[in-house]
């Protein structure tokens, strides 16, 4: 079996559960020629300990279970579960936070049962991990783990691709532009939508989302982010495009030949950000089929395909800083004066 | 201050503004003292043009300095000292845009996991133009987000499978209201910059 033990921590205890990466590493050597049952070849252990300011200000129990996802096609099961913040930021040594940790998994691996993962023996496995974790604290030894090196991983095919259609695409975004009452609004409109759609259909929704989305990386709209924003990093840029398509097909293409219609449009004001349309798809999907459906998640499959979150292809005419008010004259009155 | 202290002040009416003429004003000034003071911030500011008294939300944000540097952890040592940001502004006149502004989220980096080699990504190209060492903790990319569930304290910006890919973990630094941590995560990359006169690997748009 492939094990994984990640974190997900707030900044005061990274310093603190460090050695989890190595402690990792010891259990994927351990873990990889062993077997705990036909239905797992992957697990991935997700250690949650957030400062409760961050959250809703009050700590969580440990292993209480917030995220579980089991995948039957690739037999992977991802498994998140809390760490008490308080207790953490409290124990004195590494001994006494994985103590915290096999606690956590304990009472997180009692909890899984409504995955209904036919062949996992978590009897066995929880053993195993607590004599790697043991092993861990005796050793004298406790080397760092490899250097990591980023392999860069092949998209998948466009031939290959189910994607939908996109009049199809564009249609739906239509309707629930024609029927929102706020942008926020046409988000849940969007979801509930997709819900009546097919599950090769809402996988499909996802592919195109992002063909789409690469269409308007184009200079026209770093400027009218540029201009709109004073700056723009990769999120800004990224959430304005998810805007854009918001507003409908004729308008989406219509901005990309000339950024300055934004003026004219609702987007002119704040609500510049569509960061939501990501997750459209894995939202449907959950509310179709259930937080439990051991089915992959559309932007998991879609990924690989196209990664917008990595490389894009940029289009159109570079242009410098200098040139913006004199390329996009009602744009940058419109924000500059 | 809390975070929810902080936002509270930030919501209160009581800085609804007496007028309301539909304007631009800068939101943001940026001072870095003993670093060049970057550019000022724009960002659209308007307010209930009826003057129907619906303007929702207005803000005078100011962080205090130590506010920012402490809730976002940056390699920044003692060099950088105060940053100030003084927002001043009246935003929306519909409910529909107060939600928006108030929705929550959170501005985060992506750090490294383990010291290696990590890829760079460049705008515009199709492939990462190299790689660059981190150290573990080193910071990879730096963004904000409001797919985070704050009932779970569980960010769903990135698959964990995307995350392990690139070999990093999602530190969430900040909580805040969209125009608060869109602020941050402007000042950090400043911060960054100013630092390593480069922006993070993994921040790939030009800046």
């Known amino acids: 079996m492939e094990i994984k033990l990640n974190k997900e921590i707030s900044f005061d205890l990274f310093k603190k559960l460090e050695f989890i990466d190595k402690l990792s590493r010891l259990l994927r050597l351990n873990f990889e020629s062993k077997s705990f049952g036909e239905s797992i070849h992957s697990f991935c252990i997700v250690l949650n300990s957030l400062d409760p300011e961050m959250g809703i200000g009050q700590d969580f129990d440990t292993g209480v279970v917030i995220y579980k996802k089991y995948i039957k096609s690739k037999k992977y099961l991802e498994l998140h579960f809390k760490l008490n913040h308080h207790q953490i930021k409290n124990a004195v040594s590494e001994t006494g936070i994985l103590e915290i940790v096999k606690n956590g998994l304990q009472s997180a691996l009692n909890q899984i049962n409504d995955l209904s993962i036919a062949s996992f023996d978590i009897e066995m496995l929880y053993r195993e991990f607590s004599t790697v974790v043991n092993h861990y604290l005796s050793s004298e030894v406790k080397t760092n783990p490899p250097i990591f090196i980023y392999e860069a991983h092949n998209s998948v095919e466009f031939e290959s691709v189910e994607d939908m259609d996109e009049i199809v695409f564009w249609e739906i975004i239509e309707q629930s532009k024609d029927e929102r009452d706020s942008y926020q609004n046409q988000i849940q409109i969007l979801i509930e939508k997709l819900c009546f759609l097919d599950e090769e259909s809402i996988i499909g929704f996802e592919y195109t989302l992002r063909t789409i989305l690469e269409k308007s990386a184009h200079y026209n709209i770093l400027a009218a982010s540029r201009i709109m924003h004073g700056v723009v990093s990769n999120d800004h840029f990224l959430y304005l495009r998810c805007r854009l398509i918001l507003e409908g097909k004729e308008f989406y293409f219509s901005v990309i030949d000339n950024p300055q219609i934004i003026v004219d449009s609702e987007i002119s004001g704040i609500e510049y950000s569509g960061e939501e349309v990501l997750s459209i798809a894995d939202l449907a999907f959950i509310k179709k089929f259930g937080e439990t459906t051991d089915k992959d998640l559309p932007r998991s499959i879609a990924g690989g395909y196209l990664n917008y979150d990595e490389m894009e292809l940029i289009k159109g005419d570079i242009w410098e800083e200098e040139e913006l008010s004199s390329k996009y004259p009602r744009l940058w009155n419109y924000y500059h004066t | ?207």
């Open chain 2, 1 to 207: 201050m809390s975070a929810d202290q902080f936002n509270a002040q930030v919501l209160d009416p009581s800085f609804l503004p007496s007028t309301a003429n539909y304007s631009w004003e800068a939101i943001g000034t940026l001072t870095f003292e003993g670093i060049d003071q970057p550019a000022n911030l724009y960002g659209r500011v308007y307010s209930d043009a009826s003057n129907s008294g619906n303007g929702l939300w207005s803000g005078a944000l100011t962080f205090a300095a130590g506010a920012v540097v402490i809730d976002g952890p940056l390699p920044i040592g003692d060099a950088v000292a105060a940053v100030t940001v003084a927002t001043v502004g009246a935003i929306s006149g519909t409910k529909a845009a107060s939600d928006y502004l108030k929705s929550q989220g959170v501005q985060y980096t992506l750090r490294a996991k383990t010291s290696g080699n990590f890829p760079v990504f460049r705008f515009g190209s199709a492939l990462p133009s190299g790689t660059q060492f981190l150290n573990a903790g080193d910071i990879w990319k730096i963004g904000q987000t409001v797919q985070f569930n704050f009932a779970t304290g569980r960010q769903y910006r990135y698959p964990q499978s995307q995350l392990d890919a690139w070999g990093v973990q999602f530190v969430p630094e900040f909580r805040g209201t969209r125009p608060q941590i869109m602020l941050t995560e402007k000042m950090k990359i400043w911060q960054y910059i100013h630092l390593y006169d480069a922006l993070p690997a993994g921040n790939k748009v030009p800046w």
